[in-house]
């Protein structure tokens, strides 16, 4: 009874010292020196601070979302160690970015279109990342193979628009068919890639989590003659609780594993 009375005690005077101190502390990014207007941000440029959830203004850019920042221009000028704020940047509806501005060096830009029944494209901000995958004809077969060819890709810009705020409800709009293509921030190798896969059969993507950066090594490729094995869609499954780990797939006669 001693423990657990020290134990509650404990855990009271934590939580009134964390309210007494503005909550739970949040991790915000500041710049490390003066950004000047026009300034394209570079991940070096940025620095995170801690602080109350009391005093953070809604305005400012948490350090989750360093993604969706790390690329855009300044509009404003931001002083060392400032908070950096949504407002400082240049991604207001009557300030669109040019994709060209975006692309950083020794990378390219490079579209991706959906499929006319696909419309998730339209629900993808710029700033979001993605992986690929390739789906196409096995030669010499009726079957069809599925890989993976490109992870943590950041999109660039999703139509026309390259905002990372969502603007479509603030104009009262709806998708057009020009949200069917996104644009990617891919290496001339990745590009070159992508265009073979893109010949060969169908592209698509899948979204991932802003804070999931982690790159997943020796992915087996699928066919489609797997779905039927009972076996293949076990390990399948099985994946969701280690999502780090390869998966191991048998091997088929028809080229794909």
Do not use: C, H
């Not at 950096?84 to 009557?94: P, Q």
């Not at 196409?136 to 139509?159: C, D, K």
């Not at 628009?161 to 990617?184: V, Y």
């Not at 779905?227 to 794909?256: E, I, M, N, W, Y």
């Amino acid at each position: 009874m001693a423990l657990l009375g020290g134990f509650l005690l404990f855990a009271y005077l934590k939580k009134f010292e964390e309210e007494a101190s503005g909550g739970a502390p949040v991790k915000l990014l500041v710049a490390r020196k003066q950004i000047e207007p026009g300034t394209v941000i570079t991940d070096d440029m940025l620095a995170t601070r801690i602080v109350p959830a009391a005093y953070v203004e809604t305005r400012a850019v948490r350090e989750q979302e360093k993604s969706r920042v790390v690329g855009l221009r300044v509009a404003t000028p931001v002083q060392a160690q400032q908070t950096l704020l949504w407002t400082d940047l240049a991604i207001t509806a009557d300030d669109k970015r040019d994709l060209s501005s975006l692309v950083q060096p020794g990378m390219r830009a490079v579209g991706v279109r959906a499929a006319n029944d696909d419309k998730s494209f339209a629900l993808m901000r710029p700033g979001d990342r993605v992986d690929v995958i390739a789906t196409f004809p096995v030669e010499g077969s009726t079957q069809r193979q599925s890989i993976v060819l490109l992870q943590n890709v950041m999109v660039l810009a999703v139509g026309l628009d390259t905002s990372a705020i969502d603007t479509t409800k603030a104009q009262g709009g709806s998708p057009s068919s020009q949200d069917l293509l996104l644009n990617l921030s891919l290496t001339l190798p990745e590009a070159q890639l992508l265009a073979l896969a893109a010949e060969k059969g169908r592209i698509s993507v899948a979204l991932r989590n802003p804070d999931d950066v982690r790159i997943t090594d020796s992915l087996a490729d699928l066919n489609s003659n797997l779905l039927t094995d009972s076996k293949t869609r076990k390990t399948v499954q099985d994946f969701r609780k280690t999502p780090t780990g390869p998966v191991k797939l048998p091997s088929t006669s028809a080229g794909g594993q």
